[in-house]
């Protein structure tokens, strides 16, 4: 009989973001992606990684990794694992491209194996687990979907993918093996979900192009574009609409240079000889002759587009009669900065074009109709919904049943829990694996991370501030000598009740026993708790308290 095979996802299944998936099969395990979110708040850090410890105590067992495409929400934490865990890394040329550059500025060596579509890899010697690289298309280039064959069966894992027959660059879906492997049976199928609340099909890449000619042609100033600066086929078009409007063309943000210049030595994209343009050179032409890319799309205040928007910029300013251009989607959490972001651009004077039809953007994420398309190509016993927040997921697994599913057949998973299959079909796990969220900042990513309870601190303090209750005892008898003096930062309704907490604190530490007295840890203790106690009824809210007892 052969072994059971168990999915765990570890980070992407609840959010947008974040994906990592581990497949389990008797003694060896394959990983598929590992990749970070970008939170919505600002508190100190970058990014947002996995916890992996799952993996890391199973680290002699992971057979590989195999990286479906190359954006950071698929491959940014691989720093993280990889310091932990010694396995070869699979991706086709574009992602490993992606991946170098990351991973040497963690200072990490890591065995980095280059696949082809269509070619197979195994997750170690002799495993039980093999993959298959299946050409997908994306807003990326060489993107790929995973077919997995184990002993339960072979499992198709989709990436992120969108259904485009005629793409910008590279090679269209293969329809035809993702059909194939249908009629060979597929036993479930993990399917990327981020716009299963959307009606219809995407629009082709090859779409936006003629907005783009059109809004760099008529634009009197200069034109900024804000994209993804990894959505290369995105990169192809706008040099081809700063060509046919005769601007030359510079970049900003260090993601987008970094970018560029990886899809130009790999002969993804090239322009002309006249275009490129340094940031010194680009302030002194003519603002009808300059186009810009930029970083920046998603409102991040360190990126190129922020600090142009906030005039921070040490190379280049937006001025009045300049056109911004966001090509891009927001993702879901990045509304209210990207307003923030649009906003202060207006305020400079630039006419910015960011929901504009025709089409500025066009996604690369498969929308109701390409995903029901996608299950009625591959003809699964199961599904899982991947990639998406849970009503993404939940909706995915909706348009399976319509698919002719069966509902029990259609597993709505959340981080952390397990899916078994066997001979006798599939079940949820009681156990769980370790799942939650590791903050980091970029620059030191990989090498150590903000640990949870910091950024609840900051969290707490950015809500309700901090008070700062200073006492002054006598060593010997635990008499009061000086205070509580009383500091705020942040706290709202201060002023109003210090009196009342400090009453409230004297009264705690007259009821306090005389060995209790004594005793800082305890005074401090009962100092900490009569300050949140007394600003909760006085102002309902619950800043954070820190006591300071001082022993005379």
Not at 227 to 234: K, L, W
Not at 267 to 296: N, Q
Not at 302 to 314: F, K, N, T, V
Request: with cysteine.
């Amino acid at each position: 009989m052969p072994p059971p095979v168990r999915i765990v996802p570890l980070g992407g299944l609840g959010e947008v973001g974040m994906n990592c998936l581990a497949v389990e099969a008797g003694d060896r395990i394959a990983v598929i992606d590992c990749g970070v979110l970008f939170p919505e708040e600002n508190l100190g850090v970058d990014v947002v990684a996995p916890d992996l410890s799952w993996l890391v105590e199973r680290r002699d067992r992971v057979g590989g990794i195999f990286l479906t495409h190359g954006h950071e929400d698929h491959v940014g934490a691989l720093p993280f694992l990889l310091r932990h865990v010694q396995a070869p890394v699979f991706g086709t040329r574009f992602t490993l491209a992606m991946v170098r550059g990351r991973l040497a500025a963690a200072g990490i060596d890591a065995d980095l194996r280059e696949v082809a579509p269509g070619e197979v890899r195994s997750a170690g010697e002799g495993a039980p687990i093999s993959v298959e690289f299946v050409a997908v298309t994306h807003s990326i280039p060489d993107a790929c979907a995973l077919a997995l064959s184990t002993p339960q069966g072979t499992l198709l894992h989709t990436g992120d993918f969108k259904i485009d027959e005629r793409p910008v660059a590279g090679p269209p879906i293969d329809l035809a093996r993702l059909g194939a492997l249908g009629r060979a049976g597929v036993r479930l199928l993990l399917s990327d979900s981020t716009n299963a609340e959307r009606p219809g099909s995407t629009l082709g890449e090859a779409a936006v192009g003629p907005a783009l000619r059109d809004a760099l042609g008529d634009a009197r100033g200069r034109v900024f574009v804000a994209t993804f600066s990894s959505n290369v086929h995105r990169l192809v078009q706008v040099v081809a609409a700063a060509a046919a409007s005769g601007r030359r063309l510079a970049l900003l943000g260090r993601g987008m240079v970094e970018n560029f210049e990886i899809a130009r030595s790999l002969g993804y994209l090239t322009e002309p000889a006249w275009m490129p343009v340094a940031p010194d050179e680009a302030r002194r032409l003519p603002p009808r002759e300059l186009a810009v890319l930029t970083t920046g799309s998603q409102g991040e205040p360190r990126a190129a587009l922020g600090r142009l928007a906030r005039g921070e910029h040490p190379d280049l300013a937006v001025s009045p009669g300049d056109t911004v251009i966001l090509s891009s989607r927001q993702i879901p959490g990045n509304e209210l900065a990207v307003g923030r972001l649009v906003d202060e651009l207006c305020r400079r004077g630039a006419e910015v074009l960011w929901d504009a039809t025709p089409p500025l953007h066009a996604t690369g994420h498969a929308q109701a109709d390409e995903l029901r398309r996608m299950i009625e190509l591959v003809r699964p016993e199961r599904l899982v919904p991947i990639h998406g927040q849970y009503r993404q997921l939940a909706r995915h697994a909706a348009i399976g049943r319509a698919a002719g599913l069966p509902a029990e057949r259609c597993h709505v998973l959340s981080d952390g829990q397990i899916l078994e299959l066997d001979d006798d079909g599939a079940r949820v796990l009681p156990e769980r694996a370790p799942s939650g969220r590791v903050y980091a900042v970029r620059d030191e990513l990989g090498a150590s991370d903000v640990p949870h309870l910091v950024v609840q601190d900051r969290r707490l303090l950015a809500e309700a501030g901090l008070c700062i209750a200073v006492l002054a005892v006598a060593r010997d008898t635990g008499a009061v000598v000086r205070g509580p003096d009383l500091f705020s930062v942040g706290v709202a309704g201060f002023p109003a009740c210090e009196a009342e907490v400090r009453g409230e604190a004297l009264r705690a530490l007259e009821a306090l026993g005389p060995a209790a007295r004594t005793d800082a840890a305890e005074v401090q203790e009962a100092l900490r708790g009569a300050v949140r106690r007394a600003f909760r009824r006085a102002t309902g809210r619950r800043p954070s308290v820190l006591a300071v007892v001082l022993e005379l």
